[in-house]
Nanobody, 119 residues
Framework: EVQLVESGGGSVQVGGSLKLSCAVS????????IGWFRQTPGNEREGVSA????????YYAASVKGRFTISRDTAENMVYLQMNSLKPEDTAVYYC????????????WGQGTQVTVSS
């Protein structure tokens, strides 16, 4: 089983930056894709970004491309999401999730961290 713990959320003004961290434990880091998702009240969780531990390939939603950067530190089993040029619409609870590389489903989730962007 994989355990995920997010940190780094907070409140910032429009145009500000935050860096989210996801600590991954419990299983080999090399066999999972780690993704960042976000959710606002009444809406479904949406994928924001993801990184593969196999080949470091990355994915970004169109709404964050060019502003957010995902990275990982294999030695520390950490995945980061650097968020720049934040907008009010980025306000959400951000979750990291883990998907086994041979699976199509994210099976493990962290508890979430709140990001609030105010104008």
């Amino acid at each position: 089983e994989v355990q995920l713990v997010e940190s780094g959320g907070g409140s910032v003004q429009v145009g500000g930056s935050l860096k989210l961290s996801c600590a991954v434990s419990g299983h080999s880091f090399d066999e999972y894709i780690i993704g960042w998702f976000r959710q606002t009240p009444g809406n479904e969780r949406e994928g924001v970004s993801a990184i593969s531990a196999v080949d470091d390939s990355t994915y970004y939603a169109a709404s964050v491309k060019g502003r957010f950067t995902i990275s990982r530190d294999t030695a520390e089993n950490m995945v980061y999401l650097q968020m720049n040029s934040l907008k009010p619409e980025d306000t959400a609870v951000y979750y990291c999730g883990a998907r086994y590389i041979k699976s199509s489903k994210y099976s493990y989730w962290g508890q979430g961290t709140q990001v609030t962007v105010s104008s």
